[in-house]
């Protein structure tokens, strides 16, 4: 079946390969009368876009997205909006030799046996480029949001390689080619220089948040709003744990220090992450993600070919030496793009629910 | 949007709330022409069943499962199965005080902000009694996936609170109350009885895998299989953390060491979890989840009522110190679950694939 | 793939066979905050029941719906509402002979070729007896629907067999076994009795509506309203064709007398039957489905075996002479399940949209 | 909720509008290896374009394919098919007047009243333009269906206005502008003249069917092969009617003279039109469906503006008179595309079944 949909309500479904003619994805489900047009969603796209340091791959691609239905005169129009990204700086270059064996830790061999045929430019639909319509779509939840509930989404790095990075401030991220919280980044560059210069790789733990939530998000039951993040961050390249609130720390927690307590001001902490049974309680979303080193680097390895034969692989071409670095804002939409899909879920079915009780979350905001 | 239904393909569709009369579901789906009774089911069920050991709720069920429909004279007929497992141990009591007031941790809260309505009776749909319906549909799967392919499903224990638990063996886990993969577990009894006896409770770290696994599942963007593995897990009750593979262990690996090279005999490594590219490599999946502490305990804490005034709350009631100690089959079955919508997905698209490149996993289990 | 649940946000799952324990549905996305009680669904139930006078079969049902799960001190949840009707009248018989054979106009060829085993109990899952579920899922949708739009159902015989029937008013409906509009139906005693007495059986045409309809439910492009109505209606046993509003007298029409013009009173005429552009007008959905003859008669008829050998036919047990009588209240509980679903999804993507334009078929309807 | 989505397993998503710079679709699941190139699409396209005779629309397109992505080296590789039309002939003229006004029997009016915003340029979304992308979608199904099973699609037009056409043979359908299965179209010719003449419109009745099916395709309940197929059917622009085999002349047929008797050698009849208990049979599959007449005519009609005042419209601009004409290939498509997902839909649960019971109707078709 299918997979490259996103969401139920608001349906984001991808398409292309990394050096097609284009990427993209259609939107189905955006609520009509919003104004958009291709800046809203640009900036994002320019966070995530390669070749901007060089401590990400040097394939240089404007990434310059173009509205191709769905809006009318700046409007959403409730219909479909197909946005189109064309691939621009695909190398021309023989890839039979590296369509005969597979890279480790890539999907080379599990798309080959899966499919039977794989597109081996760039890795083909692999590709962590196809994650730029991702963001493309998440820019587009995100201005609904910010407008509809004042929601924001914000994310950085939290540790990459092993170098773990203290929290100094939302304000550094957009500083550094990092998205660090940090003033002072010389260690990570000096780290990430020394992996370079021997062509290797690291990995990189990123969190992402989203603030001014609305309570009440969610499904009781499968369609959690914490287990639709962990598809959609799980479902990103690279991700091999996702946490919410204090995830993995929780083990060794306590019933009676865990659980945020309830005050007529707002909640005592929020351990939870801001879920609670599968609803947002309008905290903020605290999600982490663990990313596994570039399976892409020029230290050669031990792999086979199609035969099943032994053989050595070294991937040349431009690669990102922790991708990591650029999944910043890939986060950032993918969280966008479930709060969205749960706004819509929420209305679609509680459209009317009042309660008298304060949103203590929403009061503590003030 | 409705989200009680777990697959695309293989469909379980979850009902029932802890004091109704009954809980159950309808799996959709399920291949027909299969022996199956409810023999079958009720093994699973028995491993999940509460009141069978001093550390678990002491709420008496039998947990019996009925087939209603869905299997002629002992075999699936490919309509939809239903399981029903009525409610036996319901106590009556006065919940009136209980509705009034949000238990912290717990989703009373969110429930009553979303649906404006709560059945507040044993946590109503919010109840881990509401993942015996996830077990038994489980045990479907995993009976035709082992038929068909040899796959197998276990799970154990790896830390509970604070104490972590080494690996002995798969032969223990059946033999003590805590699905711990060692000989001697004098020490996690001493460990629970102690925080049971201050009314506290504390949380776990699971380990489930899924042996002979077929290669090939998953879908490369967004439905990859470690996507809706995360997915399942996640909208498990009380967990807040999962991990593939190496987990969280990959932020601080490199890529020289970290992607599992590939031999004619076999993979050389599993890092990866099984998983490469949202796709099923053919070795063992390895999945880690995080469970919080129980949030109903008889410590009392600082909370609100709905009418958003300052309370105190005390959970009476029966409850699991550690919810951690009966997840196990649970999450082998929503593990069982996913893989098992996987497999149909796959079939649907890809039926034909015939590769002449060996299955090196399938080849090093020999 | 699984096929047993309709709807997309108002979901109905049908479980069951005909001679099974049990039949039965899951409703999840039911709004929450209903009154709902058995009550409320039995009426409908009552309707469409067997042995209700010798034009339909003897088979005696009381058709008595349990409501599992879903609902709280007489209001619904949110949660899935799981409806139970046991099965009280099969009669035990040997099914062997039948089993070898294949009735001609039934299931029974296509099931046994798509899954290899096949109930043949009463039809199995084939039966009618599993639209009793539909009925009670649509008897929830229409007093969600009554409540919050005003919004109602009817349904009346058209045609049966050879004999048209005039519409003289809805009144007369439900005083009669046929659901004809008309006074007097010794003329459709006449018919049915004697085709009774030859064992052989015959078609009719049913019409459905709704009243009150808001405007605006509908997607404009595939899950068009009135392409969801004709998925709902076609997926009725037995039912060979469906119209909208004019349907196939559209044909012959011209655009400059059938377009229905628009005046500020309401619209002049409807001819589309409510829908346009996929989108309701707000003016009375007007829907007739043609309902072929049952297949189940006494008549021998000429068939195979299942080695493909040739063989004969009868089918004893009992059938109903004319499978449209009772149909009408399936066909307004389809159509209220599709009306349900749409405004759920019209309010999730368009919750916000007013416009300073009157809704003109409100008016007209003062 | 949106609803551009056509199929579960081979899905369509479609995008686009009449002036916008582009239309097109994307096609997920498609199975690997295949075969394609433009050339494979372009051709039914080519049938559906604008612009070929005087009885169609004037709107001169070429309606040419581009495909974006999922195809490698001329074969698909399982990832999602972009399929792109770029609009060429877009006139740009002051719509403000159209914007303020609905056209009768048009969408203009349930569009607005949905979504409070329309594209008014030809018609935007509600354009029969839309069409193109679900044609060109239905051209990769064709060729799958072709190569694996066989099957093929053909249609013919049955009735034009109040001309009925008798059936003379396939090979005169694409020897004149009409789609008419005879040799002589000049009544066809003379009727259509004069209706263009006085600026009136027609309706259109079509046939369309499907040879060499596979036995076993669709869902027992509610999504039913017939159940699909009208939902596909009267999900196109203005169809107001849709029958499987005998359709609405069942209603006056008996249960002994309906059922189509099975032999040995085949089935005796097809008034089942190939399904029965929403299961293909194996036989062709019959499907006829009513279109009603064009509602943009230029003959002035009674009307209402935005602000719910009379007005007077007449729709100037290129339009079909009877828009059942270009229909024909675009119900072949979507006939092709619900049997495509069925398909798949049918070896995802029942890929492993195996009877010893001939498949009578290949048996048939020798």
Known sequence: MSGNTLGTLFRVTN???SHGPAIGCVIDGCPPGMDLSEADIQGDLDRRRPGTSKFVTQRNEPDTVEILSGVYEG?????????LIRNT???SKDYSEIARSFRPGHADYTYWQKFGIRDPRGGGRSSARLTAPTVAAGAVAKKWLAQKFGT??????????????PFEGWE???????????????????YMGALRKRGDSCGARLRVTASGMPVGLGEPLYDRLDADIAHAMMGLNAVKGVE?????ASVADFGSTHGDSLTPEGFAANKAGGVLGGISTGQDLEVQIAIKPTS???VPRESID???ASTEVITKGRHDPCVGIRATPIAEALLALVVMDHALRHRAQCGDVVTDTPDIAARSRG
Chains 1, 2, 3, 4 share one sequence.
């Open 15 to 17: 398409f292309g390969e």
């Open 75 to 83: 409007k959403t129009t409730g219909t479909p909006i197909c946005l």
């Open 89 to 91: 700086d695909q190398r």
């Open 152 to 165: 924001t989404f914000r994310g950085c790095m939290v540790q990459i390689g092993e170098i773990a990075i």
């Open 172 to 190: 550094h991220v957009p500083n550094n080619p990092f998205f660090a919280p940090v003033a002072d980044v010389s260690a990570l560059e000096d």
């Open 244 to 248: 919410i609130g204090a995830g993995f």
């Open 296 to 298: 892409s680097i020029l």
């Open 306 to 308: 199609i035969t099943g």
